[in-house]
């Protein structure tokens, strides 16, 4: 428990202000370790604040910022963005995502708001910094971007309070800003239909029909066994993930919901059936053949690796 510190603080004048110093004993979360830090807060101008009216107006502050923290250890609000995201928001959340959601996840903090405020302290961050940092990324990313940053930093900064790493919350009011609208170019039914049957593999027609006509996620198709396979409908019991298969992991409970398979789209999966060499339940409905570790059995196949061309027409 910390000791309780009387401190009036001291009155320094630069140009036209006049500003309160007082020292802070935070706990330094990397080393676990009492220090002492400087604080410095603006009281006013000169000429329009008498310096006994500063003195004053820096024991109050003194008074709120030290009181609620003089019976509880104090952590330090200089604790870099960076390090807080790292050793304390990431290994926090990450328990309860899957794999995908991990990599995501802590790619976007670091491309969209590690690589601008990784060395800041975090009491040193302001909302207006952080409105015109979301400001920008909106006239330059697409809305689903912005959006994930949003939603980042406001649970970062939401947890950093929380955990007693700064007094308040920079995140709290932030505003989500307009994002440029994005063009999504479409393809007609036939012309998909085409490219689906100028596939030679029967599996790989099936696998594309699936994932262009019956909407499941990338994660979803190339998980499906065939317990999913309803003729009419499929089941989601399993998720794959850069070749992985996830056994009974689902993004949401909602994902277990019947998915109907449209009757034009039958054909190819019958097709691929009847000729599949494992349709028992616990197989993979798409397999491929795995490498390194897992070469010899039948896993999901990675997304780049379906999508390359010479993968799609002859991949074994």
């Known amino acids: 428990m910390a000791r309780p510190r009387h401190q009036s603080g001291w009155i320094t004048e630069h140009g036209n202000q006049i500003y309160g110093h007082f020292w802070r004993y935070v706990i330094d979360p990397v080393t676990n370790r009492r220090k002492r830090t ?3 807060v603006p009281l006013g101008y000169i000429g329009k604040l008498k310096r006994w009216e500063a003195k004053e107006k820096l024991k109050s502050l003194i008074a709120r910022d030290l009181g ?15 390090w807080f995201v790292k050793h304390r928001y990431l290994p926090m959340r990450e328990g309860r995502w899957h794999k995908a959601t ?5 790619y976007e903090i670091n491309r969209y708001l590690g690589e601008y405020f990784k060395d ?21 990313f697409s809305d689903s971007i912005v959006r994930h940053a949003f939603s980042n930093v406001k649970a970062i900064f939401r947890s950093a309070r929380k955990m007693k790493f700064i007094l308040e919350d920079p995140a709290e009011d932030l505003l989500m800003p307009d994002t440029r609208a994005v063009k999504k170019p479409k393809i007609q039914p ?18 594309l029909a699936v994932g262009c006509f019956c909407g499941p996620r990338t994660s979803e198709d190339l998980g499906l066994t065939w317990k999913s396979y309803g003729i ?4 989601i019991f399993d998720t794959a993930y850069e070749g992985s298969l996830y056994v009974g992991k689902v993004k949401t409970e909602d994902s277990r919901a019947r998915i109907p398979i449209p009757q034009r789209i039958r054909p190819y999966i019958e097709a691929w059936r009847q000729v599949c060499p494992d349709t028992s339940p616990d197989a993979l409905m798409f397999p491929t053949s795995g490498h390194r570790r897992n ?22």
Do not use: C, W, Y
């Open 295 to 316: 070469k010899g059995k039948a896993v999901p196949f990675r997304a780049q690796k379906f999508l390359q061309v010479e993968g799609v027409a002859n991949h074994r």
């Open 120 to 140: 800041r302290p975090l009491g040193e961050v302001t909302q207006f910094e952080l409105q015109v940092h979301l400001n920008k990324l909106a006239q330059e």
């Open 68 to 82: 609620p923290q003089q019976a509880a250890e104090r952590l330090d609000p200089k604790t870099t963005f960076g």
């Open 102 to 106: 991990k990599d995501k996840t802590g």
């Open 190 to 207: 036939q012309m998909i239909l085409a490219l689906i049957d100028g596939v030679p593999h029967p599996r790989d027609r099936a696998l």
């Open 38 to 40: 400087h604080a410095s």
């Open 232 to 235: 009419d409908h499929f089941t």
